[in-house]
C-alpha cells in the first residue's frame, strides 16, 4: 500500500461555542491518518482567527502555499470538519479546486466523510453553506449582544492611553502616570489654545510616549481629544472594521461607561466645541510648520492651490514661492514670487487700507471657520516680553552689557511692552452683536499691521495673526497685481 502524505490544519475562532480545542482536533486528525495509512508531516495551528477570510489567516497561506509546490510533498489536507477550512462557501470552493484540479490535493474531514460521485460534491457544497451560514448567523449574533452591552455602558475595546483591563471582563481601570498626561493634553488645548502639533512636539520634547510607547502625533493628539472614555462615555460603532472607514455620528453608540472619568464632561464638551469651530479640511499644515510668515496665506492666481515657500541662501536669506500644484504636475502655469517683493507688496496693502479707510471684507460665522484668538496671542507676547526684562538685566548684572547698552535695551523692551499692552486693551472692547462695522474691522487691521511690523514677534506669532483677518493672498506676476482677501470673524466672548 503506497504511503500518502499530508497536511493537518487546526483552527478554533474567538466565538465558536461548539469548536474541539486545539489539543482535541489535533488527536483527531493524528488518529485519522494513522487508521488510514498516512504520514502527516506538518500541523499548521491558527488559533484565534475567524474563518470567514483566507487572506486573515496567515498559517492557512502558508500551508496552501507549501501544498501547490512543484514537488509536491502531500497528497492531502486534513482538518476535523470543513468548516476548520473555511467559512466562507465561495473561498472554500476557490481553493479546494485549485488544489484537486491543478496539484491533485484533496482536502478530507475526518468528521464530515463524502461518499464518490456526484451526490458526494452535492452533499461538501450543503455542508459549506451551512457553515457559512452558521457563521454569518453567528457574526449577527455576536454584533448584537456587543451592541447591548455597549448600551449597558459595557467596555469592549483596547483601552486608550490612560487606562488598563486589569481584570477580564472588568472596566478598565485608570493608569495615574499616563492619566496625568492626559490632562495635560486636555488643559493645555481648552485652557491654553494650544493647536494638536505644537501639544504633540511638547509631549515629545519632554520624552511622553503613547500607549503603544511611541512619539506622539498630530492625529494621536486629534484621537486622544475626541475620545469620549476620558469623560467616563463609552463610544460603540465608530469604524468599520473591514474598511477602518468612520460611520456617520448618527450611527454611533454613546452612553454612559462603568469605568472611571480622568477629566469631567464639562471639560470635554470645551473640547469638541473648539475641534468644532476650528475644523480645517485634511491636508493643512500648522503655522509652526512654516517657513515664513506668509506661508499658507498665497495662494496660485492660475489654480488657486497654495504656494509654498522654498528658502534660499545667498547673499540674502530670502524665500520663493511657486505653486504645490505646479511642482506635483497639476497646475500648467508655472507662477512664482519672491519674499522679497511679496513681503513689501502685502505691508504696503495693509497701510492702503489702513490710510484710504477704503476694505472690501466677508463675514464670517465663528462656527464655520477657524478663528484666532487674538487676546491670548498678546498675552503670550507680554510674557516673552517679561522674559525679555529678565534677560537684560542678567546682562548687566554679569558684566556683558554696559549701563548704556542695558539703558537702551531697556527702552526698546518697554516700548513693546506699551504696544502690547495697548493692543491688549483695545482687543477687550466687547465687540457688537451685530454684524461688525467699517471701523470695527479697520481697527482691527491696525492692531495686526503694527504686530506684523514689529522685528521682536516670531514668524509663527505673525502668521497666526494675519490668518485672524486674511483669508487668502494672491499675487499676478503678469500683471504685477496683489489682491488681499480679508475676512472678519467675532472673538469668542
Not at 16 to 23: K, V
Not at 359 to 377: G, K
Not at 425 to 454: G, Q, T
Request: hydrophobic share 30%; with cysteine; aromatic share 10%.
Amino acid at each position: 500500500m503506497e504511503t500518502k502524505y499530508c497536511y493537518g490544519y487546526v483552527r478554533v475562532s474567538t466565538s465558536g461555542q461548539e469548536e474541539l480545542s486545539p489539543d482535541s482536533q489535533t488527536a483527531l486528525l493524528k488518529e485519522y491518518a494513522k487508521k488510514n495509512g498516512m504520514v502527516i508531516l506538518k500541523i499548521f495551528y491558527e488559533l484565534g482567527i475567524s474563518g470567514r477570510k483566507a487572506d486573515k489567516r496567515p498559517e492557512f497561506q502558508k500551508m496552501i502555499a507549501l501544498a501547490k509546490s512543484d514537488d509536491h510533498p502531500v497528497d492531502y489536507i486534513v482538518v476535523w470538519k470543513f468548516s476548520r477550512f473555511a467559512r466562507n462557501q465561495e473561498e472554500s470552493i476557490v481553493y479546494k479546486s485549485l488544489l484537486k484540479k491543478k496539484h491533485n490535493v484533496e482536502v478530507v474531514s475526518v468528521s464530515e466523510p463524502i461518499i464518490d460521485g456526484p451526490f458526494g460534491s452535492l452533499i461538501e457544497r450543503i455542508i459549506e453553506w451551512m457553515d457559512e451560514y452558521y457563521s454569518v448567523r453567528l457574526s449577527g449574533e455576536v454584533t448584537r449582544g456587543m451592541t447591548e452591552k455597549a448600551k449597558r455602558g459595557g467596555y469592549q475595546a483596547r483601552p486608550p492611553l490612560g487606562y488598563r483591563i486589569q481584570e477580564h471582563g472588568k472596566p478598565p481601570v485608570i493608569v495615574p502616570e499616563e492619566a496625568e498626561i492626559v490632562k495635560l493634553i486636555f488643559n493645555k488645548y481648552v485652557n491654553e489654545h494650544i493647536g494638536f502639533f505644537d501639544i504633540a512636539r511638547y509631549l515629545n520634547l519632554h520624552g511622553f510616549k503613547t500607549s503603544h510607547n511611541k512619539p506622539f502625533e498630530r492625529r494621536s493628539i486629534e484621537y486622544i481629544l475626541q475620545n469620549p472614555t476620558y469623560c467616563g462615555m463609552v463610544r460603540w460603532n465608530r469604524v468599520i472594521n473591514e474598511t477602518k472607514e468612520i460611520r456617520p455620528e448618527s450611527e454611533w453608540i454613546i452612553s454612559d461607561g462603568q469605568h472611571p472619568a480622568i477629566i469631567s464632561k464639562e471639560l470635554f464638551e470645551q473640547a469638541q466645541a473648539r475641534r468644532k469651530s476650528e475644523y480645517r479640511p485634511s491636508g493643512t499644515r500648522p503655522s509652526s510648520t512654516y517657513k515664513h510668515w506668509l506661508s499658507g496665506l498665497v495662494k496660485c492666481p492660475v489654480c488657486g492651490r497654495t504656494m509654498v515657500s522654498k528658502r534660499v541662501a545667498g547673499s540674502k536669506v530670502y524665500s520663493y514661492f511657486t505653486c504645490y500644484g505646479y511642482s506635483k504636475g497639476k497646475c500648467l502655469a508655472k507662477t512664482s514670487v519672491s519674499s522679497l517683493k511679496l513681503e513689501p507688496a502685502v505691508l504696503a496693502s495693509l497701510k492702503e487700507v489702513l490710510d484710504t479707510g477704503n476694505i472690501v471684507y466677508r463675514y464670517v460665522n465663528p462656527v464655520q471657520t477657524q478663528t484666532v484668538d487674538l487676546s491670548a496671542i498678546i498675552m503670550d507676547q507680554l510674557k516673552k516680553n517679561a522674559e525679555k526684562f529678565d534677560r537684560i538685566k542678567e546682562a548687566y548684572r554679569n558684566g556683558v552689557d554696559t549701563l548704556e547698552e542695558y539703558q537702551e535695551n531697556k527702552k526698546l523692551v518697554q516700548r513693546e511692552k506699551e504696544l502690547l499692552e495697548k493692543q491688549l486693551e483695545e482687543c477687550r472692547v466687547e465687540e457688537p452683536e451685530e454684524d461688525p462695522s467699517k471701523a470695527a474691522m479697520l481697527e482691527r487691521v491696525r492692531n495686526v499691521y503694527e504686530i506684523i511690523c514689529s522685528d521682536t514677534v516670531d514668524n509663527v506669532t505673525k502668521n497666526e495673526i494675519l490668518k485672524n483677518i486674511i483669508d487668502k493672498i494672491v499675487y499676478n506676476r503678469e500683471k504685477d497685481e496683489l489682491k488681499v482677501y480679508y475676512y472678519y470673524t467675532p472673538q469668542p466672548q
